[in-house]
Structure formats: C-alpha cells, structure tokens
C-alpha cells in the first residue's frame, strides 16, 4: 500500500503535479490501495483527477455545499446521504427548515438567469505572490461553491459560468493544460454533488478541442443530469459570444441553401434556436456579474444579453462570497427593468 503523498511525489515529474501534491499533502492520513488508483490508458490529466477524486471527494462527512437543499432535505450530509431513508430525511429538513434569504433582497424580483464572468485569477495571484493555478483552485474550491450554494438556496433558475473564453485557446499550453486539468478534477469531485444536489449540469462551447477523457466525463455528467428539476449550471468554456452567433448564422444559411428554412422564416426565434444556449430557459441574461473591476463583455453571451443588468465587482473571483452575490443582487433589484417601454404615459 502505498500513501497519497508519496504516490504523487512518486509523479512530480508530471505535468500539474505541484498542485496535486499540495492538495495530497493535506489527505496525507488517508492511505489507499494501488488498485483503486491506477486506470490503465487514462491520460495524464484524467490520471491525476482520479488520483485527487480518491483522496479528498469521498473523504467521508464532506458536504460540498453546505446547508443547501439536497433533494428535500437540508443540513450538513455524511457518509449515510445516499442511502438516507424518507424518515431521515424528515430529521434532515427539521434541521433546516427554512432556506436562508438576506431580509435586503426582494423574493418576488429575483434574477432567473445570472451569468458569471470568473476574471481576476492572474490580479489575485500577484496580490499574494502564489501561483496562478492556486488561484484558480481557490476559485473551483471556494468561489464555485458559494455560487452555486447562493443560486440553489436563493432560487435563481440558471447560473452560467464563463470559466474559458474562446479567445484563451491563444495562451500558453501549460496554462491551457492546467486550466482544463482542473476543471477535470473538479468535476469529478462534484459529480455526486450534482446528482444530490439535483444540478442540471451541462458545457456549452468548443467541447471538441478538451481532452478526450474531459469530454467523456463532461458528456457522461450531462446525460446523468439530464432530468434533474433544480438549479441549472452551464459552464462556458471555449466559449465566445461571436462565434456562436456565426456558427448559428452558418447553420441557416445551409438550411436556406438547402432549400430547409425561406428567408422570411428567418425569425428572432428561429436564429435563437440555433445558439448554444438554445436549451435555456430562460436563454436571455437577466444579470451578468463580472468580478475582478474589469468592465466589458469579454465576447460573452453577446446575443443573449441584450436587456442584461450589469455589475462589475472589485473583488477577484478568488475572493467571491456570499455577500458578493447578494450585493449584485441588490444592486440589480435596485434597477428599474422596463425592456424598452415606457411606465407612464407619453
């Protein structure tokens, strides 16, 4: 038997494995057998994801997001969760009975679709000196779970995650590799989470360009997802908002070409159903939040955020909190959203 910390010491000459060594050293009580660990043709990435999942996600008493609903019952899980009974969950909801909401915020006027812009990684590392994929960890970690958390206890129905632009395809490999190695392992330590917590997960995106085994897991989460009724989280990752608007102009043009779709049917609503986002529901942004002062779109939603609210947040994603999310919402409930008409009379 061999333990986690000398496992990936074992594999420091991998790619990556500064930051899975670190988060080993921290599981360093827990001593797990080879054979749990070793996947035969797995690639680097989905190796040491898998090496990460084994160590730290079933870790017994570890709720991912905490004092959530989970499938009707509230409160802190443990290793009981899965198999919980109706009675159980009965004393789980007792625990819990009421869903957390801040006395600022209005119930009745609450977003429905909040689209999220993850910027302020590089700010946050050189602020502190640490490297730029500790930051990123700090933001899949700790940032992701208080979004998430905040969207499923407030009620918000859809939370898009802008994680990758299209445009970052252009950087350096090691930091496209890390970016989407984590992302891997990530996923796999939330996967049961979104199952419990009754996520309906899904990528939108250049899926094409990840590696394989991301693209497996990602298609493999989506499917098992697919009928949950909760909170929707859409990852955006190789994602920009003019390619997928030009793709779905291609798209008509061959039907037109194709003799499938006329010219006058070629409608707000048509062009709409061949986005990426065509699955939403709403597919329009009500508010978009964008952490580290930065001001711009960044080539996000760029359709679908036509009537969109907007608050830029100085604190970089790393630092995103609860109360980061309820100040965006009261400054979005603030806002008087007429859509283009008019409250009184001309």
Not at 3 to 25: A, G, N, P
Not at 80 to 89: F, L, R, V
Not at 178 to 199: C, P
Not at 205 to 215: D, K, V
Request: hydrophobic letters at 40%; proline letters at 3%.
């Amino acid at each position: 038997m061999e333990s986690v910390v000398d496992r990936c010491v074992r594999l420091r000459s991998i790619q990556l494995s500064t930051i899975y060594k670190t988060h080993c050293e921290a599981a360093a009580p827990m001593e797990l057998s080879m054979s749990r660990s070793t996947f035969p043709g797995a690639s680097i990435s989905s190796h040491l994801a898998r090496e990460l999942r084994i160590s730290r996600s079933r870790t017994l008493g570890r709720n991912p997001f905490p004092g959530a609903l989970v499938n009707g019952c509230g409160g802190t899980l443990h290793g009981i969760a899965a198999t919980a009974s109706a009675d159980s969950c009965a004393d789980m909801s007792q625990q819990k009975s009421r869903i957390e909401f801040p006395p600022e915020l209005n119930p009745e006027v609450m977003p429905k679709h909040v689209a999220l812009i993850l910027d302020g990684n590089n700010r946050y590392s050189k602020a502190r000196g640490v490297r730029g994929s500790e930051c990123f960890e700090v933001g899949l970690k700790k940032s992701l779970k208080e979004a998430v958390r905040v969207s499923v206890d407030w009620g918000i129905e859809i939370l898009t995650l802008f994680y990758f632009s299209y445009d970052n395809w252009n950087r350096e490999k090691v930091e496209v590799d890390t970016i989407f190695g984590l992302f891997e392992m990530y996923l796999i330590e939330y996967r049961e989470a979104v199952m419990r917590y009754n996520i309906q997960f899904s990528v939108m995106g250049t899926l094409e360009r990840f590696p394989e085994t991301l693209q497996k897991l990602v298609a493999e989460v989506t499917e098992e997802s697919r009928n949950n009724k909760g909170l929707k989280v859409v990852v955006a990752a190789g994602y920009g908002g003019r390619q997928d608007i030009l793709q779905a102009t291609q798209r008509i043009a061959q039907l037109v070409a194709n003799k499938e779709l006329s010219i006058d049917e070629i409608t707000l609503d048509e062009f709409e159903s061949h986005l990426m986002t065509k699955y939403m529901n709403p597919s329009n942004v009500d508010l978009m939040i964008r952490t580290s002062g930065e001001q711009r779109v960044s080539n996000f939603l760029l359709w679908q955020m036509a009537w969109t609210e907007f608050v830029f947040l100085k604190e970089n994603w790393p630092e995103f909190r609860r109360d980061s999310m309820k100040n965006a919402l009261i400054s979005y409930q603030s806002r008087d959203r007429r859509l283009g008409l008019r409250k009184t009379k001309f």
